[in-house]
């Protein structure tokens, strides 16, 4: 079944960059990945949208990441990543890879167990 494997969080400074990436485990032959995306859950509030991306490329930003992040995809590699540069404290989160998926004809919304990225000095 398929299954979202996040990489890339830790700890940055402030100004600092991070890559994460995500990968959508499954075959390619009965498993369509549609819009793909990234959310963000800080402590004591609730997940919210960072960036999105659709099948065919078109993206998404929150105002608050905007300039600052870029999402991409390689659908060939079924995989999502977010390039955040000029990284604030109020970055800090936990973020998880979410992707809409058709398998076996059946639509499905999955996400990532999460990864964290904490910017501090």
């Known amino acids: 079944q398929v299954q979202l494997v996040e990489s890339g969080g830790g700890l940055v400074q402030p100004g600092g960059s991070l890559r994460l990436s995500c990968a959508a485990s499954?075959?390619?032959?009965?498993?369509?990945?549609?819009?793909m995306g990234w959310y963000r859950q800080a402590p004591g509030k609730e997940r919210e949208l960072v960036a999105t991306?659709?099948?065919?490329?078109?993206?998404n930003y929150a105002d608050s990441v905007k300039g600052r992040f870029t999402i991409s995809r390689v659908n060939a590699k079924n995989s999502v990543y977010l390039q955040m540069n000029s990284l604030k404290p109020e970055d800090t989160a936990v973020y998880y890879c979410?992707?809409?998926?058709?398998?076996?004809?059946?639509?499905?919304?999955?996400w990532g167990q999460g990864t964290q990225v904490t910017v501090s000095s």
């Open positions: 979410n992707a809409a998926i058709t398998i076996y004809g059946d639509y499905g919304d999955y």
């Open positions: 991306i659709s099948s065919g490329g078109n993206t």
């Open positions: 499954g075959s390619k032959f009965s498993m369509s990945i549609n819009a």
